[in-house]
C-alpha cells in the first residue's frame, strides 16, 4: 500500500485520525516517535518558524521546502496545509501544488476562507487532475471557514456547511475540514448529511475523540495548539535564563539531546 492509499485508510478508522500539527522537519520527527499514524502541518505554524504571520503571507516555494524537509526524515503519510493553494487563478495553484506532490506528499488542506465557495471548486478541480496526471490520488481536505469565519448567521452554519461540502465533493475533493465547530448536534448533523470524511479541530469545549467517533467525525486536528505551547515554552525559558542567567533552567522538562540525535541518526 503507497502512502496515499495508507493516508486514505487512516479516514475510515472507526475512531478519528488523531493529528498534532507539525511545523518543521524537527517537530514531525518527535511526533511521529510519538506513535502518530501520519504527519500534518500548520500552515501557521510553519510561517511562524520562517518568521511570517499567518495568512498567505509565506510562499508556495517555502511551504513546499518544509513539506521536503519533514518527508526526508519521516516514515509515515505527510499532509500539507496547502492555505488557499497561494493564488486567485486555479492554473497557479495546479501548478503550486506540483511543488508538494514532488515531495511526495500523500494529501493537502486547501481552505475557502473569505473567497466563494466557487472559486474554491474550481481550485480542487485543478489539483485533481494535476495529481492525476501524477498518478496519484492526492487527499484533499478542503477546509470550509463557515464557523471559522462566521461567514454567515449560526442558525445557518450546519446547513451552510452542508452545501458546500456537495460543491466541494463534487469537484473532486476528499475530506470535509470544519474547524471551531464544538456543538455535538451540529456536528452529527453534517457527519449524517454529508459524504465525504469529517474533520474538526482540537477546541475547549469539543468532545473527547471516542465521543467524535460517535459523532461520526473521522479526523481530528491540533491545529496550531502544540506550536503555540511551544512558542509558550521558548518565552518561559528565555525569559527565566534572562533574568538571572541560572543554568537550572534547562534541566526542566528537557528532552534528552541523545534522544533527539537519535531520531535523525541514520547510521553512518
Excluded: C
Aim: hydrophobic content about 45%; cysteine-free; aromatic content about 6%.
Amino acid at each position: 500500500m503507497n502512502t496515499v492509499d495508507k493516508f486514505i485508510s487512516l479516514h475510515r478508522q472507526a475512531k478519528p485520525l488523531i493529528l498534532p500539527n507539525a511545523w518543521d522537519a524537527a517537530s514531525a520527527k518527535v511526533i511521529e516517535a510519538s506513535g502518530a499514524l501520519a504527519i500534518a502541518t500548520t500552515s501557521a505554524g510553519v510561517a511562524w518558524s520562517l518568521g511570517y504571520p499567518d495568512g498567505y503571507k509565506m510562499s508556495a516555494i517555502l511551504n513546499a521546502q518544509v513539506a521536503q524537509h519533514i518527508a526526508r526524515v519521516i516514515n509515515i503519510p505527510l499532509s500539507v496545509d496547502f492555505e488557499n493553494g497561494y493564488s486567485d487563478d486555479p492554473s497557479v495553484v495546479a501548478e503550486n501544488v506540483k511543488l508538494l506532490l514532488d515531495a511526495g506528499v500523500a494529501g493537502i488542506n486547501i481552505e475557502d476562507g473569505l473567497d466563494s465557495p466557487d472559486l474554491l471548486a474550481r481550485k480542487i478541480e485543478a489539483i485533481r487532475r494535476t495529481a492525476e496526471r501524477y498518478g496519484s490520488n492526492l487527499y484533499i481536505n478542503v477546509r470550509t471557514d463557515v464557523y471559522l469565519a462566521s461567514l454567515v448567521p449560526a442558525g445557518d452554519r450546519v446547513r451552510e456547511t452542508i452545501k458546500r461540502e456537495k460543491q466541494y465533493a463534487a469537484a473532486g475533493a476528499s475530506g470535509l475540514f470544519v474547524p471551531v465547530i464544538t456543538n455535538g448536534e451540529e456536528i452529527a448533523r453534517i457527519a449524517e448529511n454529508t459524504t465525504l470524511p469529517l474533520n474538526v479541530m482540537a477546541m475547549p469545549g469539543l468532545p473527547k475523540a471516542d465521543r467524535l467517533a460517535d459523532l461520526g467525525v473521522k479526523r481530528l486536528s491540533a491545529g496550531t495548539g502544540v506550536s503555540q505551547i511551544i512558542w509558550q515554552t521558548v518565552a518561559r525559558v528565555a525569559n527565566a535564563f534572562l533574568a538571572n542567567g541560572d543554568s537550572a533552567v534547562f534541566a526542566e522538562d528537557s528532552m534528552p539531546i541523545g534522544k533527539l540525535q537519535g531520531l535523525f541518526w541514520d547510521g553512518e
